[in-house]
């Protein structure tokens, strides 16, 4: 059974660094892209980033070009995203999400994780 | 970026009901969308891929159809558990897009 559950989240001040991790199991994790999609509370989806299955491409959201930071360690099933210079937009459910092409890039998803919230205060 | 807008923004529908969500694209994207279901709380699930491919598990009563910059989502007989929100999505650039959603509720 395919996993993906996310960690990391929580309340941070503007300006301020979070990084986030999502650790992956079911399936073979060094085949398929990741990305990350987040949704403010109460609005639509938003996709934030995506790295292919050997780190070769990787792309950003406009939103979040320069500040935030996708990675991946294939020998621990992890995804990560260090989001720093965070801003009071920034707020919203993160979710990891698995790209539904082997050895491909289709950015279009058909596994997600249940999401970490991130709250960007003072 | 490829903008995708959905009508309309709130359905309401009774159970059995047969109901139709569009999405239009900004520009021609093909084939290259998909359809999600997401409930409150919860994370997205894939129902349609390649405008019309049905993902593995989702019953029969949802269909896609559309190419180019036009395109539909049917629900057929509408269920109790088909009430929730629903998002198309581009992935022909590289800058994946989502339309605004649109939430299906119980008439």
């Known amino acids: 059974e395919v996993q993906l559950v996310e960690s990391g989240g929580g309340l941070v001040q503007p300006g301020r660094s979070l990084r986030l991790s999502c650790a992956a199991s079911?399936?073979?994790?060094?085949?398929?892209?990741m990305h990350w999609v987040r949704q403010a509370p109460g609005k639509g989806l938003e996709w934030v980033s995506g790295i292919d299955w050997n780190s070769d491409n990787i792309g950003y959201a406009d939103s979040v070009k320069g500040r935030f930071t996708i990675s991946r360690d294939n020998a621990k099933n992890s995804l990560y995203l260090q989001m720093d210079s965070l801003r009071a937009e920034d707020t919203a459910f993160y979710y990891c999400?698995?790209?539904?092409?082997?050895?491909?890039?289709?950015?279009?998803?058909?596994?997600w994780g249940q999401g970490t919230l991130v709250t960007v205060s003072s | 970026d490829i903008q995708m807008t959905q009508s309309p923004s709130t359905l309401s529908a009774p159970v059995g009901d047969r109901v139709t969500i569009t999405c239009r694209a900004s520009q021609g994207i093909s084939i290259w969308l998909a359809w999600y279901q997401q409930k409150p709380g919860k994370a997205p699930k894939l129902l349609i891929y390649k405008a019309s491919s049905l993902q593995s598990g989702v019953p029969s009563r949802f269909s896609g159809s559309g190419s180019g910059t036009e395109f539909t989502l049917t629900i057929n007989s509408l269920q109790p558990d088909d009430f929730a929100t629903y998002y198309c999505q581009q992935y022909d650039s590289s800058y994946p897009t989502f339309g605004q959603g649109t939430k299906v509720e119980i008439k």
């Open positions: 999400a698995k790209d539904i092409t082997r050895l491909g890039n289709s950015r279009m998803w058909n596994y």
């Open positions: 079911g399936f073979t994790f060094n085949e398929y892209g």
